[in-house]
Structures are given as C-alpha cells and as structure tokens.
C-alpha cells in the first residue's frame, strides 16, 4: 500500500487471501481499507489497532472482523516482534459458500459501522482457531487434486465458528482512542455536506487548530483534508448504490467541484462513478 497520506484504498485481487505475518520492526500504517472482508487473529506483539473512530491495544487471542466499508490502522509501539494472521474474502466469496439459511457474512455486516468488530478468544477457542488456520495453511501450500473444495471447506467451518461466538459475545474492549480524535471524527461525519474547516473545528472545540491537526495526524496516520476526503467518497458510494445521480451524489457529499469529485473517486475507488454503478448493479443480478 502506498505510503501517502492521500491514498487508503488498499484493493485486494484474490478472491481469498490468506497471510501469516511476522514483523520485527516498528510499523505504522495509515488509515485504509479493503475491497474485501478481513479476519484479524492477534497473536503478539506490541501493537494498537484502530477501527473508524475506536483504538485497541491488542492482546494475544483478540479477534477481529472488518468489512470493506471499514476504515481501520496498525501502529506498532516497538520492535518486539508482532505475530498475525489476516484472511481477506471478497464479498462474491463470501456470497458463494453462504446459504439462504447461513449467511456467513453476518459477523460483518449485522451491527453499526465501526462497533462489536472484537472478541477475545481464550485458550480453548484460541486453539481451536489456529487448528483451523494451520488447516488452510497447509492446503494453500498443496496442489493436490480437491485441495480448492477442502479450502473452500475450511474458510466455510471456521466461519461458522466465528460467526457463533460472535452472536453470543459479550466482550466490552478497551477503547483508548483520544477523546479529541473521536470527536473530531464524529463532527465530520456529522458535517460531511457541510464546508469543513480547521478553523470550524477549533471554535467546536474552542482548540487550537495546529493542535488538533497534529493529534489527528499522530492517531490516524492522515492529515484532516485527506480523511474528509476519504469519508466524501464513502458518502457519495452510498448516495450512487441508493440510486443517486452522479450530480447529486457529488453535491450531496460535500463536494464542489463535480471534475474534481469524478478525479477523486476514480482515485481512491479504483473505479469511475458510472462503472461504479454498473459493477453494483451486476453484482445484485448475482
């Protein structure tokens, strides 16, 4: 992914990634997103992980779930080594091993943007979550005959057994994100039609504008142009699959300059509105 705070969109091109990662260096990532579901098992190391406007410390055994319309950041602390393991699925995946009576996709999309993505798995469950990762694993390393069916299989059981435990989670996560960065986040989704200024949010909250860039940028990895930005184009994906003119959805969404919102969305979406549209639209003949 590229290192500029003016990209976060972060395209994934199997229909089924699965990585293993261990780092051994500080990291920190900006904020980005996946065209694809993404199931984050945490199994060490020294690190914080964001969601939209919340903040984690990660504990071994802490699981995540993160949909595509997801924004989410890893900051590592220190060099202590950080263990991972990320399986990103895209939703035609997903929409393939799902049944009209088990919708395996539920863990993502059955709750508000940016809450109940975390639970954290004991020992019991931990072990059993790496019996079934070790599973597909080792398949991904084979090319026997059926191996594809027997991965297919794997990601099918593993997800049923996330999607129980969190239907019955009643884990309560440490959110230590900032309150200023919160809030900040929240103005602008609140305003996002609006012309949004830092001089806006320093009389919101009667702060210095420096200051509250320069915690922004610490906590997100983006500037607050860049990020407003980013939710315009969010917003204005929503307007389009809502049936919204190309016009409209531009203006709706805070947007002046319709050349600039053309530019900006086929940058970050990796499609043009009128593709947009029409990859949604085949999608739902599916």
């Known amino acids: 992914m590229s290192g500029s705070s003016e990209y976060f969109y972060d395209p994934i091109q199997p229909e089924l990634l699965y990585l293993h990662h261990v780092t051994k260096y500080k990291l920190e ?20 992980f964001y969601i939209e406007n919340r903040c984690y410390p990660m504990q071994r055994g802490d699981l995540l779930m993160i949909s595509p319309e997801e924004m ?14 990320t399986i990103n699925l895209k939703k035609t995946y997903m929409y393939h091993l799902s049944t009209p009576s088990t919708n395996l996709s539920a863990c993502f999309d059955y709750r508000p943007k940016g809450t109940g993505n975390i ?19 080792g398949l991904r ?4 005959y059926g191996t594809d069916i027997k991965i297919n299989a794997a990601v099918a059981q593993l997800l049923v057994m996330i999607n129980v435990w969190f239907h019955n989670n009643s884990f309560v996560p440490n959110d230590i994100m900032p309150e200023l960065v919160c809030k900040t986040m929240e103005y602008i989704e609140a305003h996002i039609n609006q012309d949004i200024t830092l001089r806006k949010l320093a009389e919101e909250f009667y702060m210095n504008s420096t200051y509250i860039s320069r915690q ?10 860049s990020y407003i930005l980013g939710r315009r184009i969010e917003r204005a994906k929503l ?13 709706q969404s805070g947007f002046s ?11 970050m979406v990796g499609l043009s509105p009128g593709r947009y549209i029409k990859q949604r639209r085949d999608a739902s003949l599916l």
């Open 239 to 251: 307007h389009l699959s809502d049936g919204m003119s190309i016009t409209d959805a531009c203006f």
């Open 141 to 144: 390393s084979s090319d026997a």
């Open 72 to 85: 989410h950041r890893v900051f590592i602390l220190d060099e202590t080594e950080y263990e991972r393991i």
């Open 119 to 137: 639970i954290h798995l004991n020992d019991e469950r931990l072990d059993l979550m790496l019996q079934w990762t070790n599973e597909i694993e």
């Open 257 to 267: 300059d319709y050349a600039n919102f053309i530019r900006s969305f086929t940058k």
């Open 216 to 225: 922004f940028k610490k906590h997100t990895g983006l500037t607050i142009r």
């Open 29 to 48: 990532t900006i904020y980005h997103r996946h065209n694809a579901y993404e199931i984050y098992l945490f199994l060490r190391g020294d690190v914080h």
